[in-house]
Every structure is written in structure tokens, then in C-alpha cells.
């Protein structure tokens, strides 16, 4: 079997060998620096794409919280408003008029609330629902449900609660019944509803009325999170290509920068292969990838206890690693001519060696076929190995040249004797 014509010359040449191993021992040596480098560069890469995923992450989970924050300290502020006519301590005497104007004053001056409502416990008000049967603010029994809410045109108009004790349909009176058996802030599902003005993405949120451990009632508004999408929307990560999302606890888009269609969808529709790492990432508060995506997901607080929601960041992998491809591409184009550079000397002396053995091989061949040239001997220019085996065997061949010139004067004096 004829092997390669590589291995030919490694076994036929002192230069070939020299030249092989070197070479080889050279490629390898900036094979691994090269993977290194590459894989230290990567690394860096999605490090750095991990703090600025968080940190975009954390900052949109504070605002989002900041905002409910406000919206949980408004409606708590009106809560204990409404709830002194109740609280022996301070005795504050207000008609149902007089809370309804509190109410519009509050859906004035707060331009993300759609609407602003109160919905007391039966004859809780003021023991006088007998008296208020059918009225504006007021259901047919006379329970005390008044409704502040904005029209398209910005006027505020008054009506009443429903859905409170929904038998049928108990989910959408969820709001209450929730608020009054855990008499703590209530965050509802989010509704995408229609209006003149176009779609809004509303939540409702509650407060309990209570004083000295007594339920009276609640008070609530229905938030426009269109604010949120304007958040996100201000996010610029990897030149737009990322993507920053803020999901509910029940898997809702809340907010999607580029992609408004998606709102009010589950994550799951919307993302599929994200949405089953979602609990994982938010537990951990880390960034992995998934697919063509790094995905990094952080809960925050919207101040309804175990209502956490998550803000998303989602970033195509190439995008983070591109700069480590590049910077790869560039070690190896800078290798090749390192290495290329680096074969001249290992060339010249590979020669250097090999041409003082391969003369001494050439005067030894010519030595052993009987028609020599005495007089030729190996150059010796340096003080190396190669220089030492050269002066050697210029004394040998001297050494040789003294013994073969004595036997030839000899021959020629029997020659000259015997005639």
C-alpha cells in the first residue's frame, strides 16, 4: 500500500521530518490558543448579554411595580377616605353624593384610570339602601355601587358596579369575593377592550374597605396599561433586535415591544418554546438559551400577594455571538499568516541541517562506487551539532586522502622498481 506522499517525505528527510513535527506541533499549539480565545470571547459575550438582559429586565420589572405601587396607594388613600364614615374614632358624617364626588375627583386626576368605583356590603354604606332603590350609583336593592367612568369624549359619567355577586358567572365577580376573603389588593386578569379611541388593555384593581377588622367594602379602578407598551417600547437592545416583554402571572402579554397585536395573548400562542422555561428563569432570576433565543425572565411585585408578573427579554443568540465570530475569523486569518511567516526560518534551518548531511551522504556514495573526488570537502560555518559532524568528517576524508595518496606513492615505487 503507497502511503501519502507526506509521510514519504517524513521518512525520506531529515528537512521533511524537521519541517512536519515543527509545523505540526505549531498547528496545534494555535489551534488550541485560537479555540480558547474564541471560546473565552463567546463567553464574555453572552456574560455581557446576561447583565444587559437583567439589567433591562430589572428596570422594566421597577417601573411596571412603580406604577402599581401608585395605583395601590391611590385607591388605599380613598379606601380610608371612605372607609372613616365607618371608623367610630373620627366620626366623619359624608352622603352618598359626597363619596361619589370623591370618587369622580380621584378618575380626574388620574389619567391612566378608566374608571373609579366603590362597591359596599349591603346597608353598609350608611343603613339607608331602602331609600336609594334603582338609583343612579345604586343597584335595585339600594346596595351602595358607585361607578365613576371616562367617555370618549373625557366627560365622567356616574353608574353602578355589576358583576359583584355573580352566581352564574362567579368568575367575573371574582374582583369582590376575592378582595373580601382576602382583604388585601386584588389584581385582575387583563381585558382588551374596544373603544372609540381604539383598544386598551385594562386591568382591574382593588382595595378592601376595612376598619377594626370589619369588611365593608372595596374600592377599585380599572387601569389602562397602555403605559406599559410605551416602556418597552423605549428599550433599544441590540439595535432593536431584542425584544422586551412584561407577562402576567396567568401567562398574559402585558406589553411586546414591536408587536402590539400580541397583547392581551397568552405567552404561550405567542412564544410557545420560551413559555415552558418561564418558571424556571423567573425562579432563578438567569438568562439561558433557548432555540435561537437567550431568553432572561425576573418576577416583580404588582403588590397582590402571589401575583407575581415577569419582565422578558429575548435576544437571537447570533446576535450575541457575533462578535466572537468575528474576532474568531480574525485569529484564524491572523494564524494562518503567523504560521505561514513562521515556516521560512523553521525551512532555512531545516536546511541549514539537512544540506551538510546530504553533502557528507553525496561524498560518502561517491567514496564507496570507487570514483571519488578527494579534494571535495563540507563547508563548517557555524558551532553547532551539524558544524561539529562536518569537521569530523573533513578529518576523516583528510585522514582517508593522506592513507589512499601513501598507498598510491607506494604503488608507483613496487610499479617503478620492477621494471
Known amino acids: 500500500m503507497k502511503m501519502p506522499r507526506v509521510f514519504d517525505l517524513v521518512r525520506g528527510s531529515i528537512r521533511g521530518k524537521i519541517i512536519v513535527m515543527i509545523g505540526l506541533s505549531m498547528l496545534t499549539t494555535v489551534g488550541f490558543i485560537v479555540a480558547v ?17 437583567m439589567s433591562v429586565v430589572r428596570e422594566q420589572g421597577a417601573r411596571v411595580e412603580g406604577q402599581f405601587a401608585a395605583v395601590l396607594e391611590s385607591l388605599d388613600s380613598l379606601a380610608s377616605t371612605l372607609g372613616a364614615v365607618k371608623d367610630s374614632s373620627i366620626g366623619l358624617d359624608l352622603s352618598r353624593d359626597s363619596a361619589t364626588g370623591v370618587l369622580r ?13 366603590s362597591a359596599w356590603e349591603p346597608d353598609a354604606f350608611d343603613d339607608m339602601d331602602m331609600g336609594y332603590q334603582g338609583t343612579a350609583g345604586s343597584d335595585a336593592s339600594g346596595r351602595f355601587l358607585p ?8 366627560d365622567l359619567k356616574l353608574g353602578s358596579v355589576t358583576d359583584y355577586a355573580n352566581d352564574k358567572t362567579p368568575a367575573k365577580s371574582h374582583f369582590y369575593l376575592a378582595t373580601k376573603e382576602t382583604r388585601a389588593p386584588y389584581i385582575g386578569e387583563l381585558k382588551l377592550v374596544e373603544s372609540k379611541s381604539g383598544q386598551h388593555l385594562v386591568c382591574r384593581v382593588t382595595v378592601p374597605i376595612v ?13 389602562d396599561l397602555s403605559s406599559l407598551q410605551g416602556f418597552v417600547d423605549e428599550v433599544d437592545i441590540y439595535g432593536g433586535e431584542g425584544h422586551v416583554s412584561i407577562v402576567t402571572d396567568t401567562g398574559t402579554v ?6 402590539e397585536g400580541q397583547l392581551g395573548h397568552q405567552i404561550t400562542e405567542v412564544e410557545p418554546d420560551q413559555a415552558k422555561h418561564l418558571i424556571d428563569l423567573s425562579a432563578k432570576g438567569t438568562a439561558v438559551r433557548v432555540g435561537d ?23 437571537p443568540f447570533d446576535l450575541i455571538t457575533a462578535e466572537g465570530t468575528s474576532l474568531a475569523w480574525k485569529l484564524v486569518l491572523i494564524s494562518v499568516v503567523l504560521a505561514t511567516l513562521a515556516m521560512i526560518p523553521i525551512y532555512l534551518v531545516a536546511r541549514s541541517i539537512a544540506t551538510p548531511v546530504k553533502h557528507a551522504a553525496a561524498i560518502l556514495q561517491d567514496l564507496a562506487s570507487g570514483d571519488a573526488d578527494m579534494a571535495r570537502r563540507l563547508e563548517v560555518n557555524s558551532r553547532d551539532e551539524v ?8 578529518r576523516f576524508a583528510d585522514k582517508l586522502q593522506t592513507i589512499i595518496a601513501a ?13
Open 105 to 117: 375627583m380621584a378618575l380626574a386626576g388620574n389619567e391612566d384610570f378608566l374608571s373609579v368605583f
Open 254 to 259: 402585558a406589553a411586546r415591544d414591536g408587536h
Open 211 to 223: 376598619v377594626a377588622e370589619t369588611f365593608y367594602g372595596i374600592v377599585g379602578a380599572d387601569l
Open 147 to 154: 361607578m365613576i367612568t371616562r367617555d370618549a369624549s373625557g
Open 293 to 315: 433565543e437567550f431568553v432572561c425572565a425576573v418576577p416583580f411585585s404588582t403588590g397582590s400577594a402571589g401575583h407575581d408578573w415577569l419582565a422578558m427579554v429575548e435576544i
Open 387 to 394: 558544524a561539529e559532524l562536518a569537521h569530523w568528517f573533513n
Open 37 to 53: 480565545a474564541v471560546s473565552s470571547a463567546r463567553d464574555t459575550a453572552v456574560n455581557l448579554a446576561t447583565d444587559q438582559a
Open 407 to 419: 598507498q598510491e606513492a607506494q604503488a608507483e615505487e613496487i610499479g617503478c622498481s620492477s621494471r
